[in-house]
């Protein structure tokens, strides 16, 4: 179920160049705050899928509202 819904975030993740030592940005806009960079895509894809996992966690343990990706629900 998790990683169903990771995938499915992945999924929606919007990437982009940016002026900055690692210039790869992405964020998952309908997981507000879920954003990473890299030194390459791939870095930049790794590192926002941990964020978005550690952003799962913590929601989860304080109960916070997780929104729902394409019917996929937590």
């Known amino acids: 179920m998790i990683r169903e819904y990771v995938q499915a975030a992945m999924e ?8 900055d030592p690692e210039p790869y940005y992405g964020e998952i806009p309908e997981c507000r705050g879920v954003w990473a960079t890299g030194k390459t895509l791939e870095e930049c894809r790794r590192n926002l899928e941990d964020v978005l996992d550690g952003w799962l966690v913590v929601r989860i343990q304080k109960g916070l509202p997780i929104p729902p990706i394409d019917g996929k629900i937590i």
Do not use: N, P
């Not at 929606?12 to 002026?19: F, G, Q, R, S």
């Open 12 to 19: 929606k993740a919007l990437y982009e160049i940016i002026d």
